[in-house]
């Protein structure tokens, strides 16, 4: 597959534009040689219009066809074979290895949802029956089901440029219930997104979709991705990344004149709660698989845990966690700009008042802070999100002091227990606090690593995400782009 | 039972106001005795931080229990006796045998959402069992399960003084899902509201429910309203009534610090469609029925028919219609306010160079205009919601221009197609069109008359609603009020 530079419109090509940007390779800094022409307001424009009339012809393809059609996209994705791997290592810095599982984990969930579609229930109907003989008034047959929205407008994440970008879980839940997707390619891998948009523009054309149910158009600056969420025929937004970047686009949808739902996924800081029994039985070993979850793929997961609530008396603990991340890498950053915004968060703890640095290095490297709650509900920059392998504990004086501090806690995309049950005889209250806070609640694991399978719930309260009724993980991730209408005797 | 014109703060009454107000008898326009003190921003946030201290108990109360209290709501409000018939008559100005009908509605509303969580079922439980051996990583179990959002404040209709008020749909299905309920009393009918906010009251203290599980507070002005919808510990908001209202709080709740979702049901017009051969079997008969949809509850419902859609050829029927309304009283409006507002409405269609008005009066009173396609695209004004008995009929060319014209119409509550199968053949494109629109789509029925059932859909795309993908009607009117989490490992 050769790459073109250029917006995937339908099934065409479009490179009316006149400014042009290279990916880069994460590792070197270098640009790779293929040049991309940024989209114009006109294509993003056909794009949509595209789209809107895809979508009369898209929504009433059979869930079967529809099914056909996501299986055809793991196999185009599957055909374009070793170089999809380089390229998307080349512009991640990510290691072949992750990738790869990264590929595995894409195709298993374009088919988890071809699968889910093929099953009618995914429709969740709803019959009342009619009763004609009721009294005062006949009752008539109802019948509800879930339709599609209309046109997507999908952004991806730099963290996973397979799995949360082009072919990811958001474009593969709309496609799957049933609405066109305008992709807006991520500027951190270009050529990875022009792989994969080929990949679904092949799949589209040879399993008889309609032009336009996809396209994927690209630029550096927001400018165009704010044109595609405002435009009056994109009904649906999904986004994954940092909280400035879906809190704006949040903001341009519900001051739209017809405001439309947005999916942010933007994010949190995953607490970790520890307890002493849990420390006991498990000792060294739990801070050797702490210390490898901080420092996963770079620390640059949504989940990554960047927060421990530990009580006073287990803070050693804190000491053996801090000696295991000294002997850690700091590894590859995505991309320049999240390497400095990594180094930038890791200055601000190191040279914070309200903040004790555990590790040793004065420079950025996997690190471990800590502090009280007074301070960290005083000074609420030391709880923001460092993306990358930087965590800071707070320290409780006791149980009620925990509760209390969580009870401050914004809305986390998970929370995890690390308890033995002679910890947990004591802790129901605290749990009832943590599972109001987030989507995901753990016992004795590590947050990352999201399992995509039907209860997973990749949410959570704002700011994690915008819109903590759903996921952007799992089958039921579909249901963000539905919306039931009640068909009434027919 | 007594009024006691008070603010309802829990188990308490509270009226540190200075600001009064009196009901107003709907017939003579004349105040009713009991005078109503205001709330004040200090017993708004009272009524807010009981509902938060309330929800960590009444997140966990069993369904059992829960059930058991909206069942004794259901007994509260019948102990009042006739005395809440009177005083909802006199407020409201429709006719004790409606009213008796919607006590009738509203008791059987809360006994449907009190069967609903007494099965397990309605949480839908899904379960991922674990994969202990599963290569290259176990699978942990997972179980997502839907928990209540927290504090709900609940903004009642003028319309339905009993269903959509205080005991209404909203107040019982967050009630339902675990949400403490802050009631914003309507001032059309304070005293109604005191009657039935006070059988609330006991139905908590009598099945042990915490105080603060349900408030209900007075306002005239839309200060307090917006207090509640502002206030921190505000977790969600459902409303019925103008789309100025519903979108006035939308805009509040989305721009807050922590965005809330606001379920906003504002009405619409919903189009009937009317096609040749229907009118033909159906003859006077459907004029009859139609005019009687037109004036039920003098045209003061969501649902009623406002908007005709017709082909040029079968304009005779609107001449029927039209004959059939002139012989149909007015009657008693809610409020002097909706009056003047029906009043306006009607002028502006009877003076609108776009419409030709074909019922006699040419004073406001039970009315069928009729406009081109052209000219309803050229002034959506004429197809503004005139609230009361007031139709606009859109005829049109032929099926084509019927189509294009539903293209261009915004989110409706629901839409009627009134077709024999000779029509319905030729009708698939413009029914899948018209399903695009609206939250309900019927089939040679009217569209008021909202069945209370799982299948329901009152809802629909905006400006119809807020939220296109809830139902305010029916049982899964509860899942407004919940979010998923998943338990992993647990």
Same mark, same amino acid.
């Given at each position: ?49 595209? +789209? ?14 529809? +099914? ?61 029956? !009619? ?35 082009? +072919? ?24 990875? =997104? ?24 690209? +630029?550096?600056?927001? *400018? ?32 739209? *004149? ?9 994010? #949190? ?25 901080? =420092? ?63 590790? /040793?290095? #004065? ?6 802070? @800590? ?12 709880? *923001? ?10 320290? =409780? ?6 509760? /209390? ?13 690390? /308890? ?7 802790? !129901? ?36 995400? #915008?819109?903590?009724?759903?996921? @952007? ?18």
């Amino acid at each position: 597959m050769n790459l073109t530079g250029k917006q995937l419109i339908g099934f065409q090509t479009k490179a009316a534009g006149h400014r042009n940007f290279q990916g880069i390779q994460a590792a070197s800094g270098e640009a790779l040689p293929q040049v991309f022409v940024e989209a114009t307001a006109d294509e993003a424009h056909e794009a949509l219009t595209k +789209a809107s009339a895809a979508f009369k012809v898209y929504r009433n393809v059979s869930d079967g066809e529809r +099914a056909k059609f996501l299986h055809a996209i793991a196999e185009e994705i599957l055909v374009i074979g070793d170089v999809l791997i380089q390229t998307a290592c080349a512009e991640s810095g990510l290691p072949e290895a992750r990738i790869t599982g990264e590929r595995g984990r894409t195709i298993g969930q374009i088919q988890a949802f071809a699968n889910f579609i093929s099953n009618p229930s995914w429709k969740r109907e709803i019959v009342d029956e !009619a009763m004609p003989e009721r009294q005062p008034l006949p009752k008539p047959r109802l019948v509800q089901k879930q339709i599609p929205l209309g046109p997507t407008v999908v952004f991806g994440a730099s963290n996973f440029p397979l799995a949360f970008s082009v +072919a990811g879980g958001d474009t593969l839940s709309a496609l799957a219930a049933g609405c066109p997707v305008v992709f807006k390619a991520h500027p951190a891998h270009p050529n990875t =997104c022009d792989l994969v948009g080929q990949a679904i523009q092949q799949a589209a054309q040879k399993t008889g979709m309609p032009d336009g149910t996809f396209s994927l158009v690209h +630029a550096q600056g927001h *400018e165009i991705g704010g044109y595609l969420v405002t435009h009056p025929l994109t009904k649906a937004v999904a986004f994954t990344g940092s909280y400035r970047g879906g809190k704006a686009l949040f903001d341009l949808a519900v001051r739209r *004149e017809v405001p439309i739902p947005v999916y942010a996924e933007m994010g #949190s800081i995953n607490p970790v709660y520890l307890f002493s029994d849990r420390l006991a039985t498990q000792g060294e070993g739990l801070a050797d698989a702490f210390s490898q979850s901080i =420092c996963l793929g770079v620390g640059q997961f949504c989940t990554n845990p960047g927060l421990i609530v530990i009580l006073e008396k287990d803070r050693e603990f804190l000491t053996s966690l801090a000696a295991k991340l000294d002997h850690m890498p700091l590894g590859t950053f995505l991309t320049a700009g999240i390497k400095q915004s990594f180094e930038h968060g890791f200055n601000t703890l190191n040279h914070h008042p309200a903040t004790q640095r555990l590790t /040793a290095s #004065s420079t950025p490297a996997p690190s471990l802070f @800590s502090t009280s709650v007074r301070e960290a509900l005083a000074h609420p920059e030391v709880l *923001e999100e460092v993306f990358g392998p930087c965590t800071v504990a707070v320290v =409780c004086q006791d149980l009620a002091e925990m509760i /209390a501090f969580t009870e401050q806690l914004p809305g986390q995309l998970t929370a995890t227990i690390q /308890a033995e049950p002679s910890d947990l005889v004591n802790l !129901a209250e605290l749990i009832d606090e943590v599972s109001q806070k987030v989507g995901r609640i753990l016992l004795n694991g590590f947050p990352t690593g999201v399992e995509v399978s039907a209860a997973m719930v990749h949410g959570g309260p704002f700011p994690a995400t #915008s819109d903590a009724r759903s996921t @952007s993980v799992g089958t039921e991730a579909i249901y963000r782009f539905t919306r039931p209408v009640c068909w009434q005797n027919f």
